[in-house]
């Protein structure tokens, strides 16, 4: 599955959420796509999160 094809999916059910419960049922539900897209990221491997708390805290990273 190509990255366009993700991207019409997540779309598809954000307006599928917007149409049927709401604007802030939409909100939640891409809050909720957004921390699983992260969670797999973390367990794929592709995300350290000591990096991204560096980060947040100013600290540089090499």
Do not use: E, H, T
């Amino acid at each position: 599955m190509s990255a366009a094809d993700r991207g019409m999916l997540v779309g598809a059910v954000l307006a599928l959420a917007a149409v049927a419960f709401g604007f802030w049922s939409m909100i939640l539900v891409a809050a909720f796509v957004l921390v699983g897209w992260g969670v797999g990221r973390v367990l794929d491997g592709k995300l350290d999160l000591r990096s991204v708390g560096d980060a947040l805290r100013g600290r540089r990273s090499s």
